[in-house]
């Protein structure tokens, strides 16, 4: 634990990802090991290893680091995180560079946050996801290529009854979408 | 009787006087607090003028209670009680109270701190009142000593004692003395090889006249204290007549069962039922291990007691209990090795070719099972690329947060083995390289020349998952090389550990018997990091290597001579003081409940059958208190910090706080009389 | 004189070994910190006795502070955990009379952490400011309307007395 | 205590086999797994991504439906058991978020209270709950010599089960030697399956896919045993892609672990959703097993 | 007040003493122990004149108010004072009473009634007076007045207060004897005492210096507690001590001299006899030696294990003594009264 005393030195970029982070204040103990970068599945395909991104908000490298593909690579397998020897919440931090990418508008490189929008786009109108409709029309507007490669095993999977075409929807999806809108509500407040 | 008390408030140049206003304060004290005879503030209370002072008046104002106002009690409390004696007042009627690195060093604000400094004087005043005359307590050391753990620490304080002529008890629970250092092939950085410099320790200790060793023995219990300890010692059966047995081997070499080593060899190697650990064991008896002999598993066989040239095979031999009565422990257990099978990702246990450091010591030691060349587990191929990874189980959170200060430096020394043995490429895997004792950088130095490859990163796991066909059949080392920022995988044949030392098992258990404690880690706690680092918060209870926290083996031997060295001023004093802040029961009170019974650590307390009442040991009790604050019927009373003591310290702490609360009840005294 | 910020009045109960020394490096390091508690030394966080607690309660104190070595390094091996058990049971005990948790804290310090001690002090004095004083000995206090019942009384005996005089 | 069951999106329609066989599998055993009535979405991992409050208060929802009579909330899909367990943890220790999560259910009339339910993988309750014994004891079809590769993937373990090895998970191997299969002990049976990047970077998720695929045909697998809908469908669905891609021949079945405890239960395999998968497993099963049945007949 | 001994009357010649028992906030137990004291009575009648007692003799306030200061020789004194009428009681006997004794629990600690200092007087009333309880049935919400107009002039009522006071909170007291309420052979052996005119120093407890364990039959082997329970939760067996069974026993802090009735029929003792000897607060004292053997050394779980197995820690540790005892109401309104 940094005593709060002392937290005042950190770069800006530290403090916030500290803020945004459960259990964040650990990232100022990164021993640059290297263990996640050399762990990660997709370390290969990163910009920056998550060691060398941590090191990059150590010394304030906000807009490097919000427009890499290294958060939009995590595929959330928390294997750093149960292997970083100090008990840092390594996927948590992606998420956080995630958000804060999306909220600065620098996460132009990816097709991640398209997907995710999408996603919860779904999810805030129905209350359940829906497959066929997500994946329509996240491939539609962001791949349409892939969309012709996917449709041999599309159509199988449809075959088999495994797409649904149309979405189901909770009973209950007003409260939800009142829960969804304080929320959101809420966090524009800080 | 009233209490007279002189109150003596120190400026200590202007380190005091800068933030309270001390002459204020000695004023005030003098006016307004009951029983104060003397009230004075002075330059320097320490100095010989100071002392001086307070003398004076004891004698001329016939003080009885003495409070000073000055620094720390950890400083100058010794030098205020004597200047208390010397003026023929009992020391323990005096009380130093802290307004100076609890008030003016730390407070801004003068009138503030002046606050506090009153109420803290006022607080001793209330408490002085209450002290009680207590008289220190002498017993006498006895020369003789006890030694637990036969490592090379353990040994250098044997010997060092021995040689001045005490006598030692060595204690070792296995069947040789020695230690990890009887491991080794080698020894960095100078490269000695290690049997050659501690067998002649191992054999003097064995036969020096001043030492008693026993083997295969561990300790069951402590009692008493400094100055004359009894302690019981287990002698584990051996089955083998000591005294009886030459040490000649044919029991040995005759022994039908052969059992995989654990011990000695780290499970590189075999041994026999009957067996001495290794051929320069200390001493030259062998012990039979009960659970592999046949004879304890099926009654036959009983080879070794017919071919035994002096009869002394003993089957029904029993566990022996030995009193012996020391005036000091030295405690130098020593570590044992991280379990690496706690990190499954480094495949140790489950992918054959990945060694600990230990069985790799096993493995290129000259006396080992391959008497020394580096093969795989199949026994003969010779590795062609070796990865040594560091901080296993150290430096993580997970496992140990600590450095275990020695495995950079081995994992140099297996490089160089490795290189001067065989053909294989190794590489080092690493966060920081720890080399910072004399010659050790110079031995990385050497060892980069030699060309051993450096990797800076941790690694994150060992797998036989082959990507590509060239990792088929290997091993791969995955890791991010963080000197270059990517992922890099790197096919071995030969993986190893360089696992933590970690405490022993049972340190904790061991260091309650002598009353010691442990870090969170389970490294016994010293008295100073820096100022004691042998002592222990107990008096006579020393520690000394790898026990105290990691270390190399020349910072072992350091500790085991300066424990050693420590405990010979003991015993050319002859006498030790106890300070007299103990426990005590008032017997005739005592319910016989029972509660304090589990709260003394150090079995201070006993429970007498007869009149089913406690009792405090004084000898025994360290004086904590914590038997005091449990005792349900208020019948413990702690010498120095007694309840009325403390509750009277409490309320001239607090004496400005009721004030008014007080105004209010002197209105109540004006309720109207009853009719008449 | 007018608008006083309130100052609490804090008995901190030290243990010899690490807290008090903590308290001396503070000093020693030159550390400052708010100057609300006043010190009482004690061997052990183990001879703390709740009484003490409540004592200093009693007497006006508006919150109270023990503090001892970190678990499992206690200078008497464990007599901290019994502190620890008697804290927790004392702060129940006096939650259920409506004193609020944070008038009573339990800090680990070891004899290295004046600055960790310090800024406990700190944030301590802080939060019982927040919270008023405890004023324990006020709460206890009639209101001045018992006075005039007990003249009343006494008035209507001698009434009643002379009536049947 | 009382199981309520968040089937989660993916058993509703892709992995309706899932579904199927846990109810299947659960009726056998004989133990009661009520459907939290009107459950919304988990996130998956997307709403993280965007807005943390939002996420953990779409998630809480789901704990503050679970009704006084339940104390277990089971998710048998890997990410549902994680965002989960992750938001009841995040919940109770950070009363922050927590006070504002609070408002957030207030808005839809929900409460959630801390510690009362316990997020648990279907896993973890068969493993653990129902036990070596209860199950052993129902096996009717021995999975002799049929050998079976576990999969786990990551959620299920990492970070925060707490019930099995984070980086090498014993748990299904031990319950499938339970049922006489021959368990394969292969390394990577907690790495990562590619999850959405299936959707974002392809390339990148094939090469993930394949070393999966290709340890398991190195220890000679018959089929991979998964827990987790997301993994199924990347192995399962993407397999021939893979095949293409890559130049290989894998043909593995990849099938729920509660099918083939079906089958070790006895129960047919048409209520277990056999069939849908697109590797066609079937034919394996039937072919060791009655391979097996008659050698042991001999 | 009193310095001098009472006069001591033995029946043999000598003049007769005058006693008063008199009762405040209590349940009238201590008379009937006094009772108890069976044949005995008789002596005690000889010895003295019972000018005063409200529960078995008729006698009038009048009459004491009209006596000399220091006339009484002896007043038991039982109940604590919660209304004005009470203290003004209390303060009249002190006044006429050469020896006054706090007679019972209530008197010298608070007893049960003190445990109302849980909450001020207007919690403690509109608990009584409005429908909350089963009890009660106010649908106007009458409430006490203390002062009534009613024709013929003003009605007094006595006010009741904020919070009961022991006796000692309220006037200077001479001795104590403890006890809910005080065993009848102890009331015996007090009197004797008092009747030889060798007294004990002023403000002594007239008892024993030790605790209820000392009687208690019970075997102790080791005390470590990893969950305290509730009475109906275990049948003990009748040969360890109850705490070791997990029963939260008060004998550990409770002054002897019930003879451990309580333990000895398999019910834990709830500490009616008070704190012993020199003890300065009965709960403190009871609640640390209890803590001090909780087996655990996770703070969360010791938590733990106190809030399953004591859910009011006031009920538990200071059921007889709250009013007389150091604590006192926080700043904010207490909690309503956890239920047992
Ligand atoms: C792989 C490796 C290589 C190393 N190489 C070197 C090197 O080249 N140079 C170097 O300087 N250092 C080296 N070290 C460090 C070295 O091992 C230690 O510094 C040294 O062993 C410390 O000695 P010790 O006496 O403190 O403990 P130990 O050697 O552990 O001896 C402790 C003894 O106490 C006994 N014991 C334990 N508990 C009890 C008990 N309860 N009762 C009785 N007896 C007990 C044990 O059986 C043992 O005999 C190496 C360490 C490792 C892991
Ligand atoms: C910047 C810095 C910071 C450090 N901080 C720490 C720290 O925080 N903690 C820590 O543990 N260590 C610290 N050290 C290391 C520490 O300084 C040494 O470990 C320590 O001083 C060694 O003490 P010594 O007695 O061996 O030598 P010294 O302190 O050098 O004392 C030797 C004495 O011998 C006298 N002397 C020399 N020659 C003769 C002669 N011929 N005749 C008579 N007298 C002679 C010298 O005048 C001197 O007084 C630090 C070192 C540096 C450089
Ligand atoms: S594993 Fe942890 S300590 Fe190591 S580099 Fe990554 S974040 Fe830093
Ligand atoms: S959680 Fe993300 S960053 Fe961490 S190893 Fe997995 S994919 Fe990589
Ligand atoms: S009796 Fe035991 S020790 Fe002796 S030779 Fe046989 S097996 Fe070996
Ligand atoms: S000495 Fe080196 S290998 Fe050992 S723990 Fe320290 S840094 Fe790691
Ligand atoms: S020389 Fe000093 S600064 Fe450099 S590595 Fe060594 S200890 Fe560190
Ligand atoms: S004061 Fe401490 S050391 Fe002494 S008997 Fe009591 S518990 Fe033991
Ligand atoms: S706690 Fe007190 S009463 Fe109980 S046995 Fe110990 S000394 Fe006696
Ligand atoms: S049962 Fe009660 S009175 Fe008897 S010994 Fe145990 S605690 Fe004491």
Redesign the pocket.
Known sequence: MVAESHAAHLSQFMKDVMADTPGGQKVVHCLQCGSCGGSCPNGAEMDFTPRAVFAMIAADRREAVLKANTMWQCVSCYLCTVRCPQEIPITEIMYTLKRMAIREGKAGGSDAPALARTFTDFVDRYGRSFEFGIATRYLLFNKPLSMLKMGGAGMSMFAKGRLALTPTKIRQVKQLQAIINKAKELSKED | MAEKIGVYVCHCGSNIAGKVDVEEIAQWAGENLDDVAVSRDYKFMCSSLGQQMIEDDIKKEKLTRVVVGACSPHLHEKTFRRACSNAGMNPYLMDLTNIREHCSWVHKDRSLATEKARALISAAVQRVKHQEPLEPMYVDVNPATLV?????????ATLELADAGYHVYL????P?????????D????T?DC?ACILTPKMSEAGQHENVTLLTY???EEVSGSVGSFKVKIRQKSRCVDYDACTGCGICVEKCPRKVLDTEFEAGMGNRKAIYMPFPQAVPRVPVIDQDSCIWFERQKCRACEKLCPTDAIKFDQEDELIDIEVGNIII??????FDSKKIPQYGYGRLANVY???E??RLCNAAGPTNGKIVMRDGKTVPKSIAIVHCVGSRDDRHNPYC?G??C??AL??GHLVLEKTDAEVYSFYIDMRTNQKNYEEFYQRLLGEGMRFVRGKVSEVTDAARMPTEQGKLIVQCEDTLIGRQQRYPVDMVIL??A?EP?E??RE?GLKCGISCSMEGWYTERHPKLDPVATMTDGVFV????QG???????VA??AAAAARVAGMITKGKVMIEPIVASINEQACSGCKICNNMCPYNAIEFIEETETSRVITALCKGCGTCVAACPAGVITGAHFNNKQIFAEIEGALWDALQPAAESSSQAETVPASAS | MSEQVFEPKIVGFLCNWCSYRAADLAGSARITHAPNVRIVRVMCSGRVDPSFVMKAFSLGADAVLIAGCHPGECHYIEQNYKAMRRFHMLRQTLKAMGVEEQRIQLVWASAAEGQQLAEAIDKMVDEVRQLGPLGWSGNWEENGERIQALEDIVKEHEQAMEVTA | MKYAYYPGCSLESGSAAYDKSVKAVIEQLGFGLDELDDWNCCGATEYFSQNELVATSVIARNLALVDDRHDQLVAPCAACFLNLKKTDKLLAEQPKIRGKVDQALAAGGLRYRPGRVQVRHLLDVLYTDIGEQAIKAKVVQPLTGLRVAPYYGCQIVRPLNGFDNPEYPMKLDEMFTWLGAEVVDYPVKAHCCGGHMTQISEENAFELIRRLLQSAADYRADLILCMCPMCQLNMDMYQGRVNNFFNTKFKLPIVYFTQMLGVALGIDMKKLGFGKELVAAEPVIRGKLEGQTAAATK | MSESAPTSGNGNGKAKGKLAIYWAASCGGCEISILGIDTKILDVAAAFDLVMCPCIADGKVRDIEKMADGEIDVCLFNGGIRTSEQEYMARLLRQKSKCLIAFGSCATEGCIPGLGNLHNRQEIFDNSYTSETHSTENPDNVRPQAVTEVPEGKLHLPIFYDTLKTLDQTVDVDYYLPGCPPESPRIWEAIEVLLSGNLPAKGATIGENTTVCDYCPRTRKNKKIKEFKRTWEVIPDDETCLLEQGLICAGLATRAGCGALCPQVNSPCIGCYGPNEGVEDYGARFLSALASVIDSEDPDEIDEIISKGIPDPIGTFYRFSLAGSLMRRGKRPAPAATSQ
């Open positions: 637990i753990g036969g490592g090379i620490a353990g040994l250098q204690v070792e629970r296995l040789s003395i020695g230690g990890h250092m009887a491991q080794f080698k020894t960095f950085p490269l290690s023995a561990e300790l130098a257990t020593g570590w044992k090795p600990t450091s230990m790799f010591e275990s020695i495995c430096m081995a020394k297996f360089m696992g030392l022993q049972d340190a061991l000394a290597g790898t026990c990691p270390k190399d083996i020349p910072a072992s500790q085991g």
